[in-house]
């Protein structure tokens, strides 16, 4: 098969779908061949993304709305029977969507920021992996993305709850990864993008040039690897993309 159409035949969720990461990473996938169900919260920036894929000649996205801060076992259940009824399979899950919060010390955190945030970025990974897990199972080669961060790997001053679900991030993927791999074909990975030209990274760095780091287009590639039958074999691995790509 041809690098272009790596994904061809596969059906691929990715959250945090509108904008940054995720978008490039839909639209990558789509240009690989695959079906692409299109997360988020809000189905009006998400079509942006759709159309962008149904315009350059891919296979028709399907688009599932979902608040992450409140993804309760029963609503994630509710995206597995969507794609079970619409699609019949899920071959890869992307974990893109996360929230930064508030960079500022601990001491000084905001309880429900914090609840907030860990809702997004670790809570919602979890619920729906587990939700999508008999979905992923079925495929011959299902692969799980998560997304780290530098500050889950060491600590850093003021990054609260962002840095602590990162961590948690790691964990989660570590496990899913062990539990899954002598039982499954199902992989689990850990990316961390690093420095990449998106709106949560102007908003904690907002001095910082724009076109100095990396653009969301410049990685994705990396992800579509990663979701292809070319990264058969490969989990529980925490992969870095800090450099330009």
Same mark, same amino acid.
């Given at each position: $098969?041809?690098?272009?159409?790596?994904?061809?035949?596969?059906?691929?969720?990715?959250?945090?779908?509108?904008?940054?990461?995720?978008?490039?990473?839909?639209?990558?996938?789509?240009?690989?061949?695959?079906?692409?169900?299109?997360?988020?919260?809000?189905? &009006?920036?998400?079509?942006?993304?759709?159309?962008?894929?149904?315009?350059?000649?891919?296979?028709?996205?399907?688009?599932?709305?979902?608040?992450?801060?409140?993804?309760?076992?029963?609503?994630?259940?509710?995206?597995?029977?969507?794609?079970?009824?619409?699609?019949?399979?899920?071959?890869?899950?992307?974990?893109?969507?996360?929230?930064?919060?508030?960079?500022?010390? $601990?001491?000084?955190?905001?309880?429900?920021?914090?609840?907030?945030? $860990?809702?997004?970025?670790?809570? &919602?990974?979890?619920?729906?992996?587990?939700?999508?897990?008999?979905?992923?199972?079925?495929?011959?080669?299902?692969?799980?993305?998560?997304?780290?961060?530098?500050?889950?790997?060491?600590?850093?001053?003021?990054?609260?709850?962002?840095?602590?679900?990162?961590?948690?991030?790691?964990?989660?993927?570590?496990?899913?990864?062990?539990?899954?791999?002598?039982?499954?074909?199902?992989?689990?990975?850990?990316?961390?993008?690093?420095?990449?030209?998106?709106?949560?990274?102007?908003?904690?760095?907002?001095?910082?040039?724009?076109?100095?780091?990396?653009?969301?287009?410049?990685?994705?590639?990396?992800?579509?690897?990663?979701?292809?039958?070319?990264?058969?074999?490969?989990?529980?691995?925490?992969?870095?993309?800090?450099?330009?790509?």
């Amino acid at each position: $098969m041809s690098a272009e159409k790596a994904l061809a035949e596969r059906v691929i969720l990715i959250t945090g779908a509108s904008r940054g990461i995720g978008r490039a990473v839909a639209i990558a996938s789509a240009e690989a061949g695959a079906t692409v169900v299109l997360l988020g919260r809000e189905e &009006a920036t998400l079509g942006a993304t759709y159309d962008a894929i149904v315009a350059a000649g891919g296979a028709m996205p399907a688009i599932v709305t979902l608040d992450l801060s409140v993804a309760h076992p029963e609503l994630c259940q509710s995206v597995a029977e969507q794609i079970q009824a619409t699609f019949g399979r899920l071959d890869g899950l992307v974990h893109n969507a996360a929230d930064l919060g508030d960079i500022t010390p $601990m001491e000084m955190y905001d309880p429900d920021t914090f609840d907030r945030v $860990m809702n997004i970025n670790l809570r &919602a990974p979890f619920v729906l992996t587990q939700a999508l897990l008999p979905l992923l199972k079925a495929s011959p080669d299902a692969s799980v993305i998560m997304t780290g961060s530098s500050v889950g790997r060491k600590a850093r001053a003021f990054w609260g709850a962002y840095a602590l679900s990162k961590f948690g991030v790691e964990g989660l993927t570590q496990l899913f990864a062990e539990e899954l791999k002598n039982t499954s074909n199902v992989r689990v990975n850990c990316v961390n993008p690093g420095a990449t030209r998106t709106s949560m990274r102007a908003s904690a760095y907002p001095g910082e040039n724009p076109e100095s780091v990396k653009t969301p287009e410049s990685i994705a590639h990396h992800y579509v690897h990663l979701l292809s039958e070319a990264a058969r074999g490969t989990t529980g691995q925490s992969i870095d993309l800090t450099a330009q790509s």
